[in-house]
Nanobody
Framework: QVQLVESGGGLVQAGGSLRLSCAAS????????MGWFRQAPGKEREFVAA????????YNADSGKGRVTISRKDAKNTVYLQMTGLKPENTAVYYC??????????????????WGQGAQVAVAS
């Protein structure tokens, strides 16, 4: 069992920055692929970024490449999502997710086995 806890969400002005954190617990010493997704009101869940089994960083080219950076700190078993140049359309609940049994299909939410509770990000114009 893995628990994921997001933090760092909040309200920010357009053009501002936020860093989301996702702390994983339950599998100490494990290094599994993790991703970030977001869901805006009335919209489907959308892939934002992921770190693969090989450590590759993957991004959604449409929704944030260049303004979003995913990173991890293994010592803290934590994954981060740094967002800059935020726009009102980035307003959403951001979820982190982990794959324990796969190393594939990082862009699809159905490939992830565990999810955090979500962090609200609101961008004011």
């Amino acid at each position: 069992q893995v628990q994921l806890v997001e933090s760092g969400g909040g309200l920010v002005q357009a053009g501002g920055s936020l860093r989301l954190s996702c702390a994983a617990s339950g599998r100490p010493g494990s290094r599994f692929p993790m991703g970030w997704f977001r869901q805006a009101p009335g919209k489907e869940r959308e892939f934002v970024a992921a770190i693969s089994c090989n450590g590759d960083r993957l991004y959604n080219a449409d929704s944030g490449k260049g303004r979003v950076t995913i990173s991890r700190k293994d010592a803290k078993n934590t994954v981060y999502l740094q967002m800059t140049g935020l726009k009102p359309e980035n307003t959403a609940v951001y979820y982190c997710a982990a794959q324990l049994f796969n190393c594939a299909s990082y862009y699809s939410g159905t490939s992830y086995d565990y999810w955090g509770q979500g962090a609200q990000v609101a961008v004011a114009s």
